[in-house]
């Protein structure tokens, strides 16, 4: 029997071990790759070569007032988008959940942001809210109509830069949170809800008590996996403001390591690879006291 067993389990080992090399070689050497490079200062790619070893490119980016900027700039994208995204979703979600005439060219509807290209949809945005000579966007005609004075959302304040950066993020993430909380929505046994109109329950207290404990799943899913998304969030900038994210203060995280790669500063894998380990360490941390207060708050249906 025992030898049995050991069969079976060195036949799953085998099976798992395409997955375990690919993920070893891409993803954990990689990883550990970054990491040896954050304490080689100076660098060289070219001749694979360092003057010292130390904590100084963690005390240069950490100095750095572009990286500052960097962060500040994620930080504020991942507070507002990660809710709003989310919330806005459940809401469309329950009101295509409660509708059944074009239910299905409804969802197809919202879904198509979600497949259409990041760059295609930044110039789109780009048309709506940028000043140029000849014309002061269609936003920007809005705001006039009601007594307002135009504002350069491309070039302008910064606060009016972020406030464009944070709706084109959403307006990029919620078609797949609309599909997954759409599908979550579905599943729920109707038995819960029959249970509770025979008792007389208002719609907002089933909600509340039926609905929402039940896709706490989904919607902790979709709250992990927004906050990595939007702490990875580069292209998105890229496609409303250009390549200079710096002399537009829109730079990310990822961006000013893209930019110390391979940008007008670039050339500096060592200060790449310390911005990288604490976007990770960032991420990580994030992502576990989400796990910690899931726990807590999560249904799990036995």
Known sequence: MKKKMRDSSLKGWLYLLPAVLFLGFFMVYPLVDVFVYSFEEGYNFASQTYFGTGVYNYSYILHDPYFLQAVKNTFILVVITVPLSTGIALLISVGLNSITVFRNFLQTVYFLPYVTNTLVVGLVFMILFKKTAYSDGLVNLFINWFGGSSVDFIEGPYWAKMFVLCFYTIWIVMPFKILILTSALASVNEDYYKAARVDGTSKFRIFTRITLPMISPMIFYLVITGFIGAFKAYSDAVALFGTDLNAAE?????????????????????????????????????????????????VTLE
């Open 250 to 298: 829109m730079n990310t995280i990822v961006g000013y390591v893209y930019d110390m790669l391979y940008g007008d500063s670039g050339g500096y894998p060592s200060y790449a690879s310390a911005a990288a380990v604490i976007l990770f360490v960032i991420v990580l941390t994030i992502t576990c006291i989400n796990l910690l207060i899931s726990k807590k708050k999560v």
